[in-house]
């Protein structure tokens, strides 16, 4: 598929859309989740640094047990 082939949703203005930061909050949680809270791992897949994902969790403080 050529990218301007695909049909773009419409949002309406008055739809709260998540943030940047949430978006990033999910997609970081559930790469720790599926990695099992493996650091490594979850830069790999994310394509930042583990220093990255350190600073995501030092942040936003989530239970390190929940991804064991």
């Known amino acids: 598929f050529p990218l301007c ?12 859309l ?10 970081i949680t559930a790469i720790l989740s599926r990695t099992k809270g493996n650091v ?6 994310a ?4 220093a990255g994902i350190y600073y995501y969790i030092k942040k ?5 047990s929940s991804f064991k």
């Open 40 to 45: 490594n791992k979850a830069a790999r897949i």
């Open 18 to 27: 998540p943030t940047f930061e949430d978006v990033k909050k999910q997609y």
């Open 47 to 50: 394509k930042i640094s583990r």
């Open 5 to 16: 082939a695909m049909p773009v949703p419409l949002i309406e203005h008055d739809e709260a």
């Open 60 to 64: 936003h403080n989530p239970s390190r």
